[in-house]
Each structure stands twice: as C-alpha cells, then as structure tokens.
C-alpha cells in the first residue's frame, strides 16, 4: 500500500520548503535592505546639505571648532545632530554651515523698492552711500545670507552674533529679522551711528 497523500507531501519537502520560515526570512531581508537604505539616503542628504565641512584635527573640541569659524556652540551641534558629550575623533569631517535652504518669500521687493527703504531710513546727506554699500553687499537681495558660515544677513549684510547685544534697540531679537528690508536698514544706519562712519564695510 503507498502512503497516504498528505504523509507523502509532508515527506517529501525539503528542509527549507516551509512557507512560514521562508515569509519570515523574506520580511527580515526587506527589513534590513530598507533600513540600510534609508541610512545611505540619510548620510548622503546630510553631506549635501552641508556648505562648509571641517576635518577635525589633534586637541579639537565642539567649542574650539565653533569658536575658530565664529559659530556659537549651539549652532554646531545643531548642525551635526550632535551634544557636548560627543566624540570627535581626528579627520572627522564637521560640518560648520549648511546650505541656505530656498524658502518662499512672503513679500518680494523691486530694485525702486529697496532704494526707497534706504532713503527712509538713512539721512538724505549719508543715503546715496548706504545705497552703494547695500549694492555691493547683497546686489539689493533683502534675504542673502553670508557664506562660508551664514553670519551676515540681508541688505548690508549685518553680523548678527557681534551685534545682537544692541540690535533690540531696534526692534532686531534675532538673525532672521535681519531679512526685513526696513529693519536691516535701520539697523545698518545704527550701526554707522555707533561707529561713528562707515568702518563696518571697509
């Protein structure tokens, strides 16, 4: 007599044959390949989101590396998706200054517009300087943004880190007003002020 069918099916299969084991090792070999994956998109998004890199070298530290490119030590670790207590080994590569990402502006302004802003806010015997200054500073875009190390903002290009300590005196609590058109030039004819002439563009 030959086996009953089903015994002779189960004899028959391989090792390896069961579906189940075989699902699951396929799930696992998708899960890993996603994952690797997604580790080699994320590493490449970061390099090229990155304008300025860094390669650490013998008794560098977060706050030394922050000081030498003149960041504040928040910044760099923001950027690194790092904390005080991470290591940094020689040659690692550091990243002091991502890429200005392309925001919609809220408002656009023409070339006349700019000009006028100036005039208003500077004094008509000094106006026709600031708009050569702001010309050859930013070429009269409000949004540019300094590069290698995104320290200077807008029409006349103001350092926002040395100057923050006085910029509330008009209205300025952070980099980013500094995009304002009018506060930007506001602030530019205070600092003319405080320096008694034009020495912060020369």
């Not at 990155?50 to 008794?59: T, V």
């Not at 998706?81 to 690692?92: C, F, M, N, Q, R």
Request: charged content about 20%.
């Amino acid at each position: 007599m030959g086996r009953p069918a089903k015994a002779l099916s189960g004899f028959n299969r391989t090792v390896g044959s069961n579906p189940t084991l075989s699902a699951r090792r396929l799930r696992l070999f998708v899960a890993v390949a996603v994952t690797t994956l997604s580790l080699l998109v994320g590493t490449a998004s970061a390099a090229s989101a990155c304008a300025n890199e860094y390669r650490a070298q013998s008794g560098d530290s977060w706050w030394s590396i922050a000081e030498k490119h003149g960041l504040a030590l928040k910044r760099v670790l923001s950027i690194n998706k790092a904390t005080p207590e991470s290591k940094i080994l020689v040659g690692d590569v550091v990243c002091v200054a991502r890429r200005a990402i392309q925001t919609p502006q809220t408002k656009k302004f023409t070339r006349g517009q700019i000009i006028q802003i100036i005039r208003d806010e500077w004094p008509d015997e000094l106006e026709e300087r600031a708009i050569q200054i702001a010309f050859r500073e930013s070429k009269f875009n409000p949004r540019a943004i300094g590069i290698p190390n995104d320290c200077c903002f807008g029409l006349f290009q103001i350092y926002y880190r040395w100057h923050k300590g006085w910029l509330p005196e008009v209205g300025v609590s952070s980099s980013v007003q500094l995009l304002d058109p009018r506060l930007n030039a506001r602030a530019a004819y205070k600092m003319f002020q405080r320096n008694n002439g034009w020495g912060p563009w020369e």
